[in-house]
C-alpha cells in the first residue's frame, strides 16, 4: 500500500473517461482551442472524485492524496501529473485554480460527511462539487459572471440528478446519502430504504418528489445558452440542458432502485440534435430580437 504506484493519484483512478458520463465534456461543439483546457480540468476532478470514491481507501488516505493534488494545483509539488497539466494550463490562460479547489473541497466533504439535512445543505454541496464546473468553462471562454446565476441552476440540477440516478450504489457502496434527511422523514421513509431491491412507496414518493423540485430547479437554466456571448458554447449548454429535461422525466416516474435511469446511446444522440437545434433557434430570436430593437442608423 506504501509502494511508489499506490502513492500515486492515478493509481486511483477508475477508468472511467470523459466520453462515459452523462453529459457532454468538451464535445465537437466547443471551439477546439479551449478543448485541451476542459480536459485538462475534467482529467484532474475525475481524479479527484475517483480517490473520493473508492471504497478501498481509508479516509485518511483519501484526504491525503486529495490534499496532495491542492498542492500540485498551487505548485507546492510536482507528484501528481494532472495537477501538474492542469496548473501549467491555468497559468498559460491567467486563470484561478479556485474552481478546482472547490471541487477539491466538496471531495473531502464526500470523505467526511454522509448525510444532508435539508435541500439547503444539499445545495450548498453543489456550490463545490458541481457549480464551480460550469463556471470553469464560462471563464475559459472569457463569458460574462452575469450568466453564473444560470449555470449555477444548470450544474446544481445536474448534480442531483446523478444522486437521485445513485442513490441506491452510494449508499450501498459508500454508506453516502445525499437523499435529505428531512425529505425522507417527510415521505415516511428510512435511510436504509435505499438498499431495497426496489422502492418503497413511501421513498419513491420522496424520490419523485425530489425529481420534480430538480425539473423546477433546471428550468431556471433554460435562458442560459442565450446569455452566452460564445455561439458553440452555448449550443453545447443547451444540448445537455435539454438531455437533464429528458432525465428529470425519467426519475419523475421510474424507480432508480430497480429501473433504468440513465439515456441510452440513441437518445442521446436524437437529444443532442434537438438541443443544438432548439439553441440556434433561440440565438436567431435573439439576434432578430436585438435587430428589430436597434436604434435606426445606429
Same mark, same amino acid.
Given at each position: 500500500m506504501?509502494?511508489? @504506484?499506490?502513492n500515486?493519484?492515478a493509481?486511483?483512478?477508475s477508468?472511467k473517461?470523459?466520453?462515459d458520463?452523462? $453529459?457532454?465534456?468538451a464535445?465537437w461543439?466547443?471551439h477546439?482551442? /479551449?478543448?485541451?483546457?476542459?480536459l485538462? $480540468?475534467? *482529467? $484532474?476532478?475525475r481524479?479527484?472524485?475517483?480517490? !473520493?470514491d /473508492?471504497?478501498a481507501? =481509508?479516509?485518511?488516505?483519501k484526504?491525503a492524496?486529495l490534499n496532495?493534488?491542492?498542492a ?5 509539488n510536482?507528484?501528481d ?5 492542469? @496548473? ?6 491567467? &486563470?484561478?485554480?479556485?474552481? !478546482? ?7 473531502k466533504?464526500d470523505?467526511?460527511? &454522509?448525510?444532508?439535512?435539508d ?6 454541496y ?7 464546473v460550469g ?5 475559459? /471562454? ?8 444560470? *449555470?449555477?441552476?444548470?450544474? #446544481? ?5 446523478n /444522486?437521485?440516478?445513485?442513490c441506491?450504489?452510494?449508499?450501498l ?6 437523499v =435529505?434527511?428531512?425529505?425522507l422523514?417527510a415521505?415516511?421513509a !428510512?435511510?436504509? #430504504?435505499?438498499?431495497?431491491?426496489? !422502492?418503497? =412507496?413511501?421513498?419513491?414518493?420522496? &424520490?419523485?418528489?425530489?425529481a420534480?423540485r430538480t ?8 435562458? $442560459? ?8 458554447l452555448?449550443?453545447e449548454?443547451?444540448v445537455? *440542458? ?6 428529470t422525466?425519467?426519475?419523475?416516474? @421510474? ?21 443544438a437545434?432548439?439553441g440556434?433557434?433561440?440565438?436567431l430570436?435573439?439576434c432578430?430580437?436585438a435587430?428589430?430593437?436597434? =436604434?435606426?442608423?445606429?
Amino acid at each position: 500500500m506504501n509502494d511508489a @504506484r499506490h502513492n500515486s493519484a492515478a493509481a486511483w483512478r477508475s477508468g472511467k473517461g470523459h466520453r462515459d458520463e452523462n $453529459f457532454p465534456v468538451a464535445s465537437w461543439l466547443i471551439h477546439p482551442r /479551449h478543448r485541451g483546457i476542459i480536459l485538462s $480540468f475534467y *482529467n $484532474f476532478v475525475r481524479t479527484a472524485d475517483d480517490i !473520493a470514491d /473508492h471504497a478501498a481507501l =481509508p479516509p485518511d488516505q483519501k484526504l491525503a492524496l486529495l490534499n496532495r493534488l491542492d498542492a500540485g494545483l498551487t505548485g507546492q509539488n510536482d507528484a501528481d501529473a494532472a495537477a501538474v497539466r492542469l @496548473r501549467r494550463e491555468l497559468a498559460e490562460r491567467k &486563470l484561478s485554480p479556485k474552481h !478546482a479547489q472547490d471541487l477539491l473541497a466538496a471531495f473531502k466533504l464526500d470523505v467526511t460527511k &454522509l448525510r444532508y439535512r435539508d435541500w439547503d445543505d444539499l445545495i450548498g454541496y453543489c456550490s463545490l462539487s458541481a457549480m464551480p464546473v460550469g463556471r470553469f468553462v464560462l471563464d475559459v /471562454h472569457g463569458e460574462s459572471r452575469d450568466t453564473w446565476p444560470a *449555470n449555477d441552476a444548470l450544474c #446544481a440540477a445536474l448534480q442531483i440528478i446523478n /444522486h437521485l440516478q445513485d442513490c441506491k450504489s452510494d449508499y450501498l457502496n459508500l454508506d453516502r446519502v445525499y437523499v =435529505p434527511l428531512d425529505a425522507l422523514a417527510a415521505a415516511g421513509a !428510512a435511510v436504509e #430504504a435505499l438498499g431495497g431491491e426496489r !422502492a418503497s =412507496p413511501s421513498l419513491l414518493s420522496c &424520490l419523485h418528489r425530489l425529481a420534480e423540485r430538480t425539473e423546477r430547479l433546471l428550468a431556471e437554466s433554460d435562458i $442560459f445558452p442565450v446569455l452566452i456571448e460564445d455561439r458553440r458554447l452555448g449550443l453545447e449548454v443547451s444540448v445537455i *440542458n435539454t438531455l437533464a429535461h429528458r432525465l428529470t422525466a425519467l426519475l419523475m416516474r @421510474r424507480d432508480p432502485l430497480s429501473e433504468r435511469v440513465h439515456l441510452p446511446l440513441p437518445a442521446v444522440a436524437g437529444l443532442t440534435l434537438i438541443g443544438a437545434l432548439g439553441g440556434a433557434s433561440r440565438r436567431l430570436a435573439r439576434c432578430f430580437s436585438a435587430a428589430a430593437h436597434k =436604434p435606426r442608423g445606429a
